[in-house]
């Protein structure tokens, strides 16, 4: 009876292994269910739209408020994270009234393609797809945090004229000063990678990947000519404020550029700073 007892511990880890790898699939997910959305919206008594656009290759998931005639705020949350990092942008009554807002899911996070990391290059043309899809022929403004930073840029390095502003918040651009930890790659690897649980695994990607998209973005940054703010903390602890700098030396073509440091601030002004954030947003033209 020795090879059963050695089939039972067997299944027992195969079961154990299987049985996490599930588990990482249902955990962290770092967004909201279509129920929480609901209700979400439902308190703050907010019209909003809970929709997906469906692609051969991918789907986007976006959310939508304020007037659909309007200038539109687009957000780009950062990694890892979904829509409603800006949820109660989205329902802020300053800001519903003066915009469209579009929160999107960025591809791997949220309801995007859920977990299948993609490299700044494609994120950037599959949501520059997306925007001219939703062009309701008014400006358009990108916000992104984060990782969301250097989508915007991007987006806004791929077609200049499409869009009035830039507002960086907590942005990574400097490849100088990406310093990926090497233990990311080990976790890219299978069987591993199926071990990191939720919006980690394509968060652990993209980060892996960022240093070099950004070398590869740096000589297209003459390229931008719209209005930029940029908005840091000086005490930014994940995305270093150096950054700041890097950025007002390269967009040397930028319509106009107005540099905001937020003393002490560490990385998550979207939040901590949300009051001081909103009207800066109030007073984009």
Request: proline share 6%; net charge positive.
């Amino acid at each position: 009876m020795k090879w059963f007892s050695v089939f039972k511990k067997r299944y027992l880890v195969y079961s154990v292994v299987g049985a996490y790898v599930l588990f990482c699939q249902s955990c962290m997910t770092m967004r909201m269910s279509k129920k929480e959305t609901k209700t979400f919206f439902d308190t703050h008594k907010v019209t909003y739209v809970d929709s997906t656009l469906i692609y051969p290759d991918h789907d986007i998931h976006y959310i939508q408020t304020g007037q659909s005639q309007n200038p539109t705020l687009f957000f780009v949350h950062g990694s890892p994270g979904s829509w409603d990092a800006y949820k109660d942008y989205m329902v802020d009554t300053l800001l519903t009234h003066k915009y469209r807002m579009i929160a999107v899911d960025r591809p791997g996070f949220g309801y995007s393609d859920y977990r299948s990391a993609q490299n700044l290059q494609v994120q950037a043309q599959w949501l520059s797809i997306f925007i001219k899809q939703l062009n309701n022929g008014q400006p358009i403004s990108l916000v992104g945090h984060s990782m969301g930073g250097p989508v915007v840029v991007k987006l806004a390095t791929l077609d200049p004229e499409a869009y009035d502003n830039l507002v960086i918040l907590s942005g990574a651009l400097d490849p100088k000063v990406e310093k990926p930890e090497k233990w990311r790659k080990i976790f890219m690897a299978f069987p591993l990678k199926y071990l990191v649980p939720g919006a980690l695994r394509p968060s652990n990607d993209e980060l892996w990947w960022l240093k070099e998209d950004l070398k590869t973005l740096a000589p297209e940054l003459p390229r931008i000519t719209a209005k930029v703010t940029i908005i840091h903390g000086t005490k930014d602890p994940l995305v270093p404020y150096e950054n700041m700098a890097y950025m007002q030396k390269e967009f040397i073509n930028a319509k106009s550029m107005d540099t905001i440091s937020i003393k002490d601030a560490n990385h998550f002004i979207p939040w901590t700073y949300y009051e001081r954030i909103r009207n800066d947003l109030l007073k984009l033209k």
